[in-house]
């Protein structure tokens, strides 16, 4: 495990043709091309923690402008993708709620790093009778475990991170069901490079709510990276359905896919990685698409897909394995 920000990944694909075999590494970062960058958004009731759907939630500029909207889903969360780097506030409004304002924070750059988690809480807003409405599902975390978690978060902002891992350790004594402690321990470990503690977080996090977000996206990294494709799997599914159109998820979970036989799947995922912008950097998704479909009979598209990959990484270590292929394929 690395960084809050940034997700690592090694990524081996092996593609065989005739007798010869290849293999490809690259490295997948969970923010976009270009010095842009992914900001996630997790929005939740601030009277239970329980996430929060269907609230809108704008992205503001230093300029006071909105850069962009989204709506939470069923588990609370919003996804910015391919945001340029830079200073931004979040402003969360919806039924029922005060609207509420994040402190601004940096995107992108040395500082803000491709990949930003806002945990944003909301409070209910009084009706004319005087009655809060309340989320449908609602569960009771004692007062002493709220304000540990609340003493947590404010150490985290400020990077303190052994007193905000004191802080969320102690919300979970309290209230060891305490989903959002467990997922806040996990991304502090992972600021402290305490690997093996931080995935423990995550597990703990997703048995209680498999919607978390980071922790899914911590989990498949983990285990993608130690090869652990059938563990992998699941939490690159849920990640994947959080960020739709990030073509590294994308073409993580493809290979991952292909390495577990489920070929039909890796070929739709690895195809709709290569229409989505930025996908260039993991032209292997090419690669994915061509080992999917060897031996099928479809030696034209396998071709063609040879081609698309040194068409976008001619200088890849492995185009010449590509064009040997090829070469070997014209020749039949």
């Given at each position: 495990?690395?960084?809050?920000?940034?997700?690592?990944?090694?990524?081996?694909?092996?593609?065989?043709?005739?007798?010869?075999?290849?293999?490809?590494?690259?490295?997948?970062?969970?923010?976009?091309?270009?010095?842009?960058?992914?900001?996630?958004?997790?929005?939740?009731?601030?009277?239970?923690?329980?996430?929060?759907?269907?609230?809108?939630?704008?992205?503001?500029?230093?300029?006071?402008?909105?850069?962009?909207?989204r709506t939470t889903a069923g588990n609370g969360a919003a996804t910015f993708t391919g945001i340029t780097g830079g200073r931004f506030k979040v402003r969360i409004t919806g039924p029922g709620?005060?609207?509420?304002?994040?402190?601004t924070f940096v995107a992108g750059g040395g500082e803000g790093g491709p990949y930003v988690t806002e945990n944003m809480q909301v409070r209910l807003a009084q009706t004319t009778g005087g009655?809060?409405?309340?989320?449908?599902?609602?569960?009771?975390?004692?007062?002493?475990?709220?304000?540990?978690?609340?003493?947590?978060?404010?150490?985290?902002?400020?990077?303190?991170?052994?007193?905000?891992?004191?802080?969320?350790?102690?919300?979970?004594?309290?209230?060891?069901?305490?989903?959002?402690?467990?997922?806040?321990?996990?991304?502090?470990?992972?600021?402290?490079?305490?690997?093996?503690?931080?995935?423990?977080?995550?597990?703990?996090?997703?048995?209680?709510?498999?919607?978390?977000?980071?922790?899914?996206?911590?989990?498949?990294?983990?285990?993608?990276?130690?090869?652990?494709?059938?563990?992998?799997?699941?939490?690159?599914?849920?990640?994947?359905?959080?960020?739709?159109?990030?073509?590294?998820?994308?073409?993580?979970?493809?290979?991952?896919?292909?390495?577990?036989?489920?070929?039909?799947?890796?070929?739709?995922?690895?195809?709709?990685?290569?229409?989505?912008?930025?996908?260039?950097?993991?032209?292997?998704?090419?690669?994915?698409?061509?080992?999917?479909?060897?031996?099928?009979?479809?030696?034209?598209?396998?071709?063609?897909?040879?081609?698309?990959?040194?068409?976008?990484?001619?200088?890849?270590?492995?185009?010449?394995?590509?064009?040997?292929?090829?070469?070997?394929?014209?020749?039949?």
């Amino acid at each position: 495990m690395r960084s809050t920000h940034l997700w690592v990944v090694s990524f081996a694909v092996a593609f065989l043709v005739a007798p010869c075999a290849a293999q490809q590494t690259t490295t997948m970062g969970s923010g976009t091309a270009g010095g842009n960058t992914t900001i996630s958004v997790r929005v939740t009731y601030e009277q239970s923690h329980q996430p929060a759907p269907g609230m809108t939630v704008e992205l503001i500029n230093t300029s006071g402008g909105m850069a962009d909207i989204r709506t939470t889903a069923g588990n609370g969360a919003a996804t910015f993708t391919g945001i340029t780097g830079g200073r931004f506030k979040v402003r969360i409004t919806g039924p029922g709620i005060e609207k509420a304002e994040s402190d601004t924070f940096v995107a992108g750059g040395g500082e803000g790093g491709p990949y930003v988690t806002e945990n944003m809480q909301v409070r209910l807003a009084q009706t004319t009778g005087g009655v809060a409405p309340t989320p449908a599902i609602t569960v009771v975390i004692p007062e002493p475990a709220k304000q540990e978690f609340k003493l947590g978060s404010k150490e985290m902002d400020k990077k303190n991170w052994q007193e905000a891992k004191d802080h969320f350790q102690k919300a979970i004594a309290v209230f060891p069901k305490y989903s959002e402690a467990f997922n806040n321990l996990g991304q502090v470990d992972v600021q402290m490079q305490n690997g093996k503690d931080a995935v423990d977080a995550f597990l703990a996090a997703t048995k209680i709510d498999p919607t978390l977000q980071q922790a899914n996206f911590y989990l498949g990294q983990f285990y993608y990276e130690n090869m652990k494709y059938k563990e992998a799997e699941p939490y690159l599914l849920r990640a994947a359905a959080d960020q739709p159109k990030n073509p590294q998820l994308l073409t993580a979970l493809a290979n991952t896919e292909l390495q577990n036989g489920e070929t039909d799947l890796a070929l739709a995922n690895a195809r709709k990685a290569a229409t989505l912008p930025n996908h260039k950097q993991f032209a292997v998704c090419h690669l994915i698409v061509a080992q999917a479909l060897t031996g099928k009979g479809q030696d034209d598209e396998v071709a063609k897909e040879y081609k698309e990959y040194l068409k976008e990484a001619p200088d890849s270590p492995l185009a010449p394995r590509v064009k040997d292929a090829l070469a070997k394929m014209a020749s039949k």
